[in-house]
């Protein structure tokens, strides 16, 4: 960037700061979002509380299909290239 360039486009610096401000923070939270972790915890969960009787077969069918759904979604997310 020439000094021509820098002196002209020195009002922008703020809203180029924000952008980046944001862009950081949408990459953090999804990062966050689809971490597999959790939802590998979930389905741990879920199965502990099926074989402790806490809930019926219905009720850990129907909530592993989303948990597993889910995690089908991180993996294709994950996998995708990121532009």
């Given at each position: 960037?020439?000094?021509?360039?820098?002196?002209?486009?020195?009002?922008?610096?703020?809203?180029?700061?924000?952008?980046?401000?944001a862009e950081q923070l949408q990459y953090a939270a999804e990062?966050?979002?689809?971490?597999?972790?959790?939802?590998?915890?979930?389905?741990?969960?879920?199965?502990?509380?099926?074989?402790?009787?806490?809930?019926?077969?219905?009720?850990?069918?129907?909530?592993?299909?989303?948990?597993?759904?889910?995690?089908?979604?991180?993996?294709?997310?994950?996998?995708?290239?990121?532009?």
């Amino acid at each position: 960037m020439g000094l021509l360039t820098g002196i002209l486009t020195l009002p922008l610096a703020p809203v180029r700061a924000t952008l980046w401000a944001a862009e950081q923070l949408q990459y953090a939270a999804e990062e966050q979002y689809y971490d597999p972790a959790p939802v590998r915890r979930a389905l741990t969960e879920l199965e502990r509380d099926l074989l402790e009787g806490r809930i019926g077969e219905d009720e850990y069918d129907r909530r592993e299909d989303e948990l597993l759904n889910q995690l089908d979604e991180i993996t294709a997310r994950r996998r995708a290239p990121r532009p």
